[in-house]
């Protein structure tokens, strides 16, 4: 199976501030990356699909970049909405696998 | 609008077997890999495995191979997640996913069905 590493596991940031999480995978899985949020009691969704692409309809402020092995996902002046727990996975190989999330609150 | 509705929360005893179901609606159920994702409680997102529905074609987690049967019945657009003998470290939170090919990003996902067991 294909770790992935996700770092930090929490954070908190003022409203404004710039946030960035990093995911790192156990090989090079291309740009096999995505990024989900999800807010308590319901379904992750889909912000950011092959590393770079913001899903249709998510905010500007929401981006991601890196390729291989290295990973960088970044909330550009962070709202009182963007609180929630953020995920990376990797769909290079099965089984698909997930980062352990950084849950990310507001200072 | 694509739709995957679950069934309700469960309560069971160790032991006892379950069956939970997810529907689809508003695509060709047949086109699309079918998933589900473990959530235990507080904790992270485990994929458990697919199915194919026009052939049933399955592949399972590593860690989740023998613990638990896909099943799907594509006349009723109607995916299933199966226990024999259920144990209390099964208690979470399971989502259905669909999914564009065996290996791709998930899109849409069911509103997740609570399974807690306890004596």
């Known amino acids: 199976d294909i770790q992935m590493t996700q770092s930090p596991s929490s954070l908190s940031a003022s409203v404004g501030d710039r946030v960035t999480i990093t995911c790192q995978a156990s090989?090079?899985?291309?740009?096999?990356l995505n990024w989900y949020q999800q807010k308590p009691g319901k379904a992750p969704k889909l912000l950011i699909f092959?590393?770079?692409y913001l899903e249709p309809g998510v905010p500007s402020r929401f981006s991601g970049s890196g390729s291989g092995a290295d990973f960088t996902f970044t909330i550009n002046s962070l709202q009182p909405e963007d609180v929630a727990t953020y995920f990376c996975?990797?769909?290079?190989?099965?089984?698909?696998?997930f980062g352990g999330g950084t849950k990310v609150e507001i200072k | 609008e694509v739709q995957l509705v679950q069934s309700g929360a469960e309560v069971k005893k160790p032991g006892e077997s379950l069956m939970i179901s997810c529907k689809g609606s508003?695509?060709?159920?047949?086109?699309?890999?079918i998933g589900w994702v473990r959530q235990m409680p507080g904790k992270g997102l485990e994929w458990m495995g697919i199915?194919?529905?026009?052939?049933?074609?399955?592949r399972y987690s590593p860690s989740f191979q023998g613990q638990v049967t896909l099943a799907v019945d594509e006349s009723i657009a109607t995916a299933y997640l199966q226990w024999t003998s259920l144990k209390a470290s099964d208690t979470a939170v399971y989502f259905c996913?669909?999914?564009?090919?065996?290996?791709?990003?998930?899109?849409?996902w069911g509103q997740g069905t609570l399974v807690t067991v306890s004596s």
């Open positions: 996913v669909i999914q564009t090919g065996s290996t791709s990003m998930i899109r849409d």
């Open positions: 508003g695509y060709i159920f047949t086109n699309y890999w």
């Open positions: 199915i194919y529905p026009r052939d049933s074609d399955t």
């Open positions: 090989q090079d899985i291309n740009y096999y």
């Open positions: 092959d590393s770079v």
């Open positions: 996975q990797q769909y290079d190989n099965l089984p698909l696998t």
